[in-house]
């Protein structure tokens, strides 16, 4: 059974520093996929990582995906207010008929002021 | 134009009531998805459809019943309501798994049920 893991489950960070999400998963997959999710709300897509090697940026947020070490990461840089939420990572699997996500445990991430 | 709709927003039951929850999407997909968040914020998925044909169905209470429709639509229904099925309830969709690219899942808003 496929399990993912995040780590940190909860960051508390000043603005203006930059850190780092870990997401680790036990068998192989081809699709890692990151949501954010504000309180209250919906999940949005943040980044389809596809292939091993695969590096995507969106302002202060840069995913990455190593399929060889079963790890992806999301890497804030400088830090700001707005990017408090709680961040999931999701692997992707095939069934044979199907294709399901598995997710991981969430990073409630603060940045303080 | 929302993209994925879930109604109600909310739902407030007692134990042993039925309830239903629909989602439908305009964005085209095959295949629609119902997932639960719990307390946690864990989130697991419960089925998926696939041109309205079921094609996962994780270990879930025979209490819960999905149907669908037609392909923009998914409806989750749930019988005997316990306490334990407190959660919110989200309903997601996708091109078709099977096919190429991406695959992303969007979500919709969530149904917050509370079961007293």
């Known amino acids: 059974e496929l399990k993912v893991e995040q780590n940190p489950l909860f960051l508390s960070m000043q603005e203006g520093k930059n850190y780092t999400i870990y997401c680790n998963y036990s068998?192989?997959?081809?699709?890692l996929y990151w949501y954010r999710q504000d309180p209250g709300k919906s999940l949005e897509s943040l980044f389809v990582?596809?292939?091993?090697?695969a590096v995507k940026q969106e302002g202060r947020l840069m995913a990455s995906l190593d399929t060889k070490a079963r790890l992806s990461t999301l890497h804030i840089t400088a830090a700001v207010h707005d990017l408090s939420a709680t961040y999931f990572c999701a692997v992707g699997q095939y069934t044979g008929t199907a294709s399901k996500l598995t997710f991981g445990t969430g990073t409630r991430l603060q940045v303080t002021l | 134009d929302t993209a994925v709709s879930q109604t109600p927003k909310y739902l407030v039951t007692q134990m042993g009531n039925d309830k239903s929850i629909k989602c439908e999407q305009n964005?085209?997909?095959?295949?629609m998805y119902w997932y639960k968040q719990d307390s946690k914020k864990f989130l697991k998925i419960m089925f998926s459809y696939n041109n309205k044909e079921l094609i996962i169905n994780e270990t879930v209470p025979n209490r819960f019943s999905p149907k669908s429709p037609d392909k923009a639509h998914l409806n989750l229904h749930i019988n005997s309501l316990e306490l334990g099925d407190s959660a919110v309830y989200f309903c997601?969709?996708?091109?078709?798994?099977?096919?190429?690219?991406?695959?992303?899942?969007?979500f919709g808003p969530g149904t917050r049920l509370l079961v007293l």
């Open positions: 964005l085209g997909h095959d295949t």
């Open positions: 990582l596809l292939s091993n090697g």
């Open positions: 068998t192989t997959s081809d699709r």
């Open positions: 997601a969709s996708s091109q078709d798994p099977l096919a190429g690219g991406p695959k992303t899942q969007y």
